[in-house]
């Protein structure tokens, strides 16, 4: 019966281990979770870890040193499927904030001075895709763990799960809560990927950006619409690298070179 | 000349590994290795408004986010000038029980107990363990809930914000999580004892230095200055004093030194230097179960941890009727000024965690972060070393010295994502 199961692995690189931790805190789905596969990897909750073969690997974290690089390029190497969870490893999360190229140097030096490592080579951080191909996105900071036990549940069937691709606007508003927007506070939501049910507007607060970019996001009209509610566009490029690095950069980017 | 390894050291929150090096029976090198990525947190946030830093500081860590979240908040309110309403504060005291709440529960039942029954998982130990596990899980689901409630989401929720929170839960629910407290007591207790009961080596005991933050005339987790077990008590501005920083290069995080010597910061710390204000059950524990071998032997923490899950439970009744008597809930309070400086400090499950900002023109203009794991990774080499040696002298196998120095390692509960952001070079 086991040799039915399929193998998986959950991986942690740079990050706070939210991901994986969302998925510790699931109590109730966590013993058959590991009923359901054969957990061969999962070093946050247990110690007899091993390296073999995978059908599906799930990947928390940004990758920020060389090693971590060749780490996630020999994972890619022995799964069948790799999902990467959390912004962290889909964006690069708020370590990649996009400061410019220059800077990440300097910023280096000015918290670990010329100290070197015996151990590891560090690097600006980057998603996991710039160094593997990902077949999976799951975003988040951290991941829904509705989201995240329905898409393993799909992989274990050799199935592509499916999300639904539509704003935390459209959340925020079955939540039937008063618009920030038109309020006129600096709100991401018309822009980021649903899959929170709208948390922090549902308290008032702003949506921030924490699922990254929904695909079809209209950029420009959230960009104009700040722009007349008098932000500088040094506070809404603030806002917009703030969670997803390069994920709203790149077409806001695109958007003012086209301006 | 031998190595022994452990790498990745597993149960433990971040990437981080174990490496010993000995020439025939004499220790060369004792390394507990920082493997996470560096992330520069701290150089993030500059030129951020104060509420982002909130929402970027949180994120250095998930176990411990709301206390990332508590310090900044408390750090960046000196600085702008604002006081909390009462009920905002009774709100972050209610969200703060719920963390420690759920890392000790988390560390104690899930992480550390597999290692002293002998199992690789709290999932291995279901089988024979099954009501304990069963139990733990629903304890520290609980404490999710109190998390979820208060901070609005499980892991870095945005409620608690710059001059109080966005929104304050329903009456039912804070009622619900008061009467839960008290249906759980019991299985702390039993926990505990549980705890009290295994059987803890003593070959590599040693005194140390503890701290923690004095919360006044009982025992808590928050306070503006910080009590040390020599007697002296510390204002928490002067933080730089207790914790100098060095550099090592096996490890992203910076090691903390007071007065040249290492010290413990965490469960371990509050318990032993203000354990004797414990009432209740926690202080019927902290009776039966303390003896001063928990002032020399790292693995009672896991023991102070385990009282301290007795302690939050027997709070969060009376704090609930804190909130719930404040019938209005107040609007955020607005920042008095766009420059100043302050230090938070708060207790962390792991320990006493400061963040240190400077604002200008309503910009965040330097940040420091002081990480708790950073502060008791030179008592964690030493305790390691000690038992290594004790262990040779033993004639001990390379097995069972990796699993030993892998439990004194868990047993401070380090937290590496955490660790890594403590780093900064200061040069005078
Ligand atoms: S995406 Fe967010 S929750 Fe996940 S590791 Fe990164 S910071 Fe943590």
Known sequence: ?259 | MREIVVEPLSRVEGEGGITVQLDGKRIKDVRFDILEGTRLIETLVVGKTPQEDVSIACRICAICTLSHRYAALRGLEKALGIEIPPKAHHMRSLMHLGECLESNSLHVFVLALPDFLGYPSAIAMAEKYGNEVTQALALKKFANHIMEVTSGRMIHGENPTIGGFGRYPDREVLLNIKKQARDFLEFAVYGTNLVAGLDIPSFFEKETVFMCCEPGNEFGLMGDSIRISTGEVVDCNDYKKLTNEKFCPHSAAKHCLYKGKPFTVGALARVNNLGERLKGQAGKLFKKHWNDRWLKNPIYNNHAQAVEIVWALEQIPGVVDDILKIKEDPALVKPARTEGEGVGAVEAPRGTLYHHYQIKDGLIADANFIIPTGQNLEDIEKYMRLAVQGMIDQGADDDAIRLQLEIICRAYDPCISCSTHMVRIERV
């Open chain 1, 1 to 259: 019966m086991s040799q039915e199961k399929k193998s998986v692995g959950l991986y942690g690189f740079t990050g706070c281990n939210g991901d994986q931790l969302v998925i510790i805190h699931s109590e109730d789905q966590l013993l058959p979770f590991f009923d359901s596969a054969n957990i061969k990897s999962f070093s946050l909750a247990k110690s007899d870890n091993d390296n073999s073969e995978l059908d599906l690997a799930f990947v928390e974290g940004s990758i920020s040193s060389q090693e971590q690089a060749e780490h996630v390029k020999a994972i890619r190497e022995r799964t069948r499927y790799l999902v990467a969870i959390g912004n962290c490893a889909c964006y690069g999360g708020i370590q990649a904030m996009e400061l410019g190229a220059k800077g990440w140097d300097q910023r280096f030096r000015k918290v670990y001075g010329d100290g070197f490592f015996i151990n590891r080579t560090p690097i600006e951080s980057k998603p996991i895709d710039v160094f593997v191909n990902v077949d999976f996105y799951l975003p988040g900071c951290p991941i829904d763990a509705r989201q995240f036990f329905y898409c393993f549940a799909h992989f274990l069937q050799d199935d592509e799960p499916v999300f639904p691709d539509y704003p935390v606007c459209a959340e925020c508003r079955w939540r039937e809560n008063d618009c920030l927007l038109l309020k006129g506070e600096l709100c991401l939501g018309p822009l980021t990927a649903a899959g929170c049910g709208a948390r922090c507007p549902s308290h008032n607060l702003t949506c921030l950006g924490c699922w990254g970019p929904m695909k079809e996001a209209n950029i420009g009209a959230e960009f104009n619409l700040l722009k007349e509610k008098d932000y500088s566009l040094e506070e809404i490029k603030r806002r917009f690298r703030m969670h997803t690095g390069s994920g709203m950069m790149k077409p806001l980017k695109k958007l003012l070179g086209a301006l």
